[in-house]
């Protein structure tokens, strides 16, 4: 053995003899005492450990958890305590100054003719009632020719008419005297025609009296000569005319002539015509013809509608 190693030991021994060997259960005690202080310390390491993964973990799912959607478009908001601003004026639009009217569209007045039944009879009540002051009593049930022979014009054919009905109707005017003869007659007919017919007839009616100016002389000698007047607002249109002839000699005041109306109404498909034949003769008035026009149309809509 060198001299190094044996100095070696011998330094060893004299430390040891030098220090004081404790006592078993001190040592025990020692040895406890630090066990108790290690499984306090990993389980305050555990907790810390458990403490900073359930932390993680709520942070983790705080940032996966989708936003909060936005309220919907028409959801009301709180409402305001104080003055609401004014919205700010668009560039273009004058910030002062009276403000430009809207301009509203005129209103355009429809010719559209009123939409109604179509009938296939005709009652008496679609024939008019004279106004008191103007009746006579003397009514009788015609089948003669409805409109005069206009150089044997012709109108539409029967195949056209659904149904016809007419009647000779007598009146006075209002200022005649009780007991006097009537002062006038219609020949009264209203026809139902077949849809698109009735204007036809209308039509007809006013080319037959642009082409017969004058015919005859009739059965009686007469010539008549004949034009268009103004019709007048009556249904839904309406036909006018005239006929005019000296009065037969010893007759009426020398250069006279009488006269005869006839108006021929539509009322949808149904025509109406007052043909004023006078009574001995006499002449229409066209004030008593206007008025008694009035009530045939009023009677043919009251039955229509």
């Known amino acids: 053995m060198s001299a190094e190693l044996s100095d070696l030991y011998r330094s060893i021994t004299a430390t040891a003899d030098g220090q004081e060997l404790a006592h078993p259960e001190v040592v025990r005690r020692r040895a406890d005492r630090r066990a108790r202080v290690r499984a306090t310390g990993s389980a305050l390491a555990v907790a810390l450990l458990l403490g900073g993964v359930a932390t ?18 028409d959801t009301p908001g709180p409402v305001p305590t104080g003055p609401t601003p ?24 429809t010719t559209a003719e009123p939409i109604r039944r179509r009938p296939t009879s005709i009652p008496d009540r679609a024939f ?3 106004a008191p002051a103007n009746r006579t009593g003397l009514e009788t049930a015609l089948a003669t020719p409805l409109l005069p022979a206009l150089c044997a014009a012709r109108y539409p ?24 003869v009537p002062d006038g007659s219609y020949l009264h007919s209203i026809t139902i025609y077949r849809p698109g017919r009735a204007d036809d007839v209308l039509r007809e009616l006013r080319q037959a009296v642009r082409s017969c100016p004058r015919q005859g002389p009739d059965e009686t000698g007469v010539t008549w000569r004949q034009r268009l007047l103004d019709p007048g ?13 000296p009065y037969p000699e010893g007759t009426g005041e020398p250069g006279e002539e009488q006269v005869r109306l006839v108006r021929a ?12 034949q006078g009574w001995e003769n006499t002449s229409a008035e ?14 043919v809509e009251d039955w229509l509608d």
């Open 233 to 245: 607002e009556y249904g839904d249109e309406s036909v006018l005319f005239e006929m005019r002839a």
């Open 265 to 276: 109404v539509r009322i949808g498909d149904v025509v109406t015509v007052l043909w004023e």
């Open 86 to 109: 004014s919205p700010s004026a668009s560039p273009s639009a004058p910030t002062s100054g009276p403000s430009t009217p809207t301009a509203v569209p005129p209103v355009v007045p």
């Open 128 to 130: 008019f009632v004279l």
């Open 286 to 299: 066209r004030a008593q013809v206007d008025a008694d026009s009035r009530r045939a149309v009023r009677a």
């Open 56 to 73: 993680g973990g709520r942070l983790v799912f705080s940032a996966e958890e989708p936003a909060p959607l936005p309220p919907p478009a």
């Open 157 to 180: 054919s029967e195949s056209a008419v659904v149904q016809r009905r007419a009647r000779n109707l007598a009146y006075k005017l209002a200022n005649t005297p009780p007991g006097s």
